[in-house]
Nanobody, 116 residues
Framework: QVQLVESGGGLVQPGGSLRLSCTAS???????MGWYRQAPGKQRELVAT????????NYADSVKGRFTISRANAKNTVILQMNSLNSEDTAVYYC??????????WGQGTQVTVSS
């Protein structure tokens, strides 16, 4: 019934920036949203999360100081601003929305490639 749509991925040079956006369509209460990523041959890992109010955030150590997660004016939209990108950031990035204590939704994923 509800789907998450990501946008903003693409190819960027090292040191560059990208902004990812995720929007949840449909009427549903979302407790928190976040971004995860998965590189080839690696496990999916948490990048950043944010509560519904936008007052609490959590970041992976590898992206602290470089990435910023925020809520757009629309509460069903979350933004991931990625700066100072390097090759280790190359991965498929997935948006996640927690819809209950035990359930969540996943987006289709958007490719981020950092290369010269």
């Amino acid at each position: 019934q509800v789907q998450l749509v990501e946008s903003g991925g693409g190819l960027v040079q090292p040191g560059g920036s990208l902004r990812l956006s995720c929007t949840a369509s449909g009427s549903i209460y979302i407790y928190a949203m976040g971004w995860y990523r998965q590189a080839p041959g690696k496990q999916r890992e948490l990048v950043a999360t944010i509560t519904r109010s936008g007052g609490s955030t959590n970041y992976a150590d590898s992206v602290k100081g470089r990435f910023t997660i925020s809520r757009a004016n629309a509460k069903n939209t979350v933004i991931l601003q990625m700066n100072s990108l390097n090759s280790e950031d190359t991965a498929v990035y997935y948006c996640n929305a927690q819809t209950s204590i035990t359930t969540s939704l996943w987006g289709q994923g958007t490719q981020v490639t950092v290369s010269s």
